[in-house]
Every structure is written in structure tokens, then in C-alpha cells.
């Protein structure tokens, strides 16, 4: 364990890139994965992290109450 002054590092609990890429959303082309959830009248809402383009509108859905996600990712 490497000690910087008060800070104590421990290299086992350093996470790995993968561990990184899976915590944010896993990994897709063209940046991070996310979903922009609108209204049923078209109103968006606001993002939300989804795992797929297939789960994006379910998830929304459920969050907004008929709501509907389109698949836009932020860079």
C-alpha cells in the first residue's frame, strides 16, 4: 500500500477499465450510452443511462408513464 501523506492507496481496490466502462453504461459506438426520454405530447424530459436502443424506450416508458426514449448519446 503506497502512502501519500494522509492518503493511503490500495492497489486492490483500484477498479479496472472494464469495471469503469460496465459502472457507466456499458459501451457503445459513438460515445456513452444514454437514452432522451420525452412525453407522450413530444415535451422532453430529461437523459437517462440505458444499457441498449432496445431498452431505452421501456425505460422511459415506465420513468414518465407512456413516456418514449430516442437513443441520443452525449460525447
Known amino acids: 500500500m503506497k502512502k501519500l501523506n494522509k492518503l493511503q492507496i490500495n ?21 456513452s450510452p444514454c437514452c432522451l426520454c420525452h412525453l407522450s405530447d413530444g415535451t422532453k424530459k430529461g437523459f437517462m443511462f440505458g444499457a441498449t436502443i432496445s431498452t431505452c424506450s421501456n425505460l422511459c416508458s415506465q420513468a414518465y408513464f407512456g413516456g418514449y426514449g430516442t437513443w441520443e448519446c452525449l460525447v
Do not use: C, F, T, V
Open 11 to 31: 492497489p486492490a481496490r483500484i477498479m479496472q477499465n472494464n469495471e469503469l466502462i460496465s459502472l457507466k453504461g456499458g459501451d457503445a459506438p459513438g460515445g
